[in-house]
């Protein structure tokens, strides 16, 4: 099966950015959809941004688009999640996860986990 490691969170003040870098191993991920979720205290876990296997399609949650983008480099084994414009409210646990297509993925129908990454956006 499929292992995730999640890199790139932190600190960062209202209007910054960060990336974060989503990096499998086991299988070529090229193979997989792959998602972003993310779950702040209190709140439920909700799906962020997503994106396909191989024709690059992708999903944004409206609380993101226009601020986020995803992307990934099959050949690096790695999807990347650049968050720009950071608010308050985007402070979460963020964590990839691997399944055989974006609407299975959004519906939590998923293949692996990774362990998530923190992001706190503070002032």
């Known amino acids: 099966q499929v292992q995730l490691e999640e890199s790139g969170g932190g600190l960062v003040q209202p209007g910054g950015s960060l990336r974060l870098s989503c990096a499998a191993s086991?299988?070529?991920?090229?193979?997989?959809?792959i998602g972003w979720f993310r779950q702040a205290p209190g709140k439920k876990r909700e799906g962020v941004s997503c994106i396909s296997s191989r024709d690059s399609s992708t999903y944004y949650a409206d609380s993101v688009k226009g601020r986020f983008t995803i992307s990934r480099d099959n050949a690096k084994n790695t999807v990347y999640l650049q968050m720009n414009s950071l608010k308050p409210e985007d402070t979460a646990v963020y964590y990839c996860?691997?399944?055989?297509?974006?609407?299975?993925?959004?519906?939590?129908?998923?293949?692996?986990w990774g362990q998530g990454t923190q992001v706190t956006v503070s002032s």
């Open positions: 996860a691997t399944g055989t297509s974006i609407s299975t993925i959004m519906q939590g129908i998923i293949a692996s």
């Open positions: 086991g299988f070529p991920l090229d193979y997989y959809a």
